[in-house]
């Protein structure tokens, strides 16, 4: 079965093979930065026989959401040029996005990442595999490489804050999503994470500021407010959670108005 959330990462982080570069994509962040050049298979790219030309007729097929053909051009790209690691990166990212084998996706990661030790993408979604298969300290690793790679790639720095912090190990977590937050301070999961972190510590200040920040980025959004109101809720801030608990229902009671259409009399 199809992970979504997976699907979504990795459309989000998914870019054509552009400049001839071994590097097809890192993350929407990174997208601006220039890749790393490594080598791609010495071929004319105009030869329709090449496994370049195979990979990019793949790519083509990826972007009109033709998966099959997609991984019928990458299996033909790969086989073409065996050490060559973009088609079994985008071989496993088929994967992700249809049947979710997680034999066929570990298998082709693994050797995406050896055959291209320098591709923070590539590094980023084994790491990805790793932990939806539990394997967080091998998973930590792998991020802990993308960021040696790419210290802007905000996506891997926030996946290895959250295990460090299921490990125990707070203080570098935290570092981490503070991090995350000086190069995309609009990150919500650092925000309502570091929130959560602060509240259990007793810094209430930190925690509001951070919730506060949520609602700033998206104050039409009734959830974010409520999860507001609940927090004063929780410290005993009655007046200010009531008055929290109010902006919520009145957005959300807004937003159902927006939806509501009104029928329109019919001609005849």
Known sequence: MKNPLIALMICSLWHPLAGGSQEAATSTEAASETPTPTPTPKANPENPNTALAWFNRGLAYARKNNLSKALSCYDRAKSMSPHWALPYLEIAVVH???DNNPKMIGSMLEK???LGADLPR???L???HLKESNQN????QSFTRVLQLRPSFVDARFQLGMILIQEGR?????HHFQLVLEQRPNHLGSHRTLAMLYEQ???LEEAENHLKSIVQFQPDNAYHVRELAEFYKRCGEQIKAEKTFKQAN???DEKEKRNLRPLLNSKR
């Open 170 to 174: 707070q203080s570098e977590g935290i």
């Open 201 to 203: 510590s007793g810094l």
């Open 126 to 128: 084994y790491g990805m």
């Open 250 to 252: 009145r957005i959300r």
């Open 112 to 114: 995406a990442v050896t």
């Open 96 to 98: 992700m996005m249809t």
């Open 122 to 124: 590539a590094h980023y």
């Open 137 to 140: 300290k091998e998973a930590a």
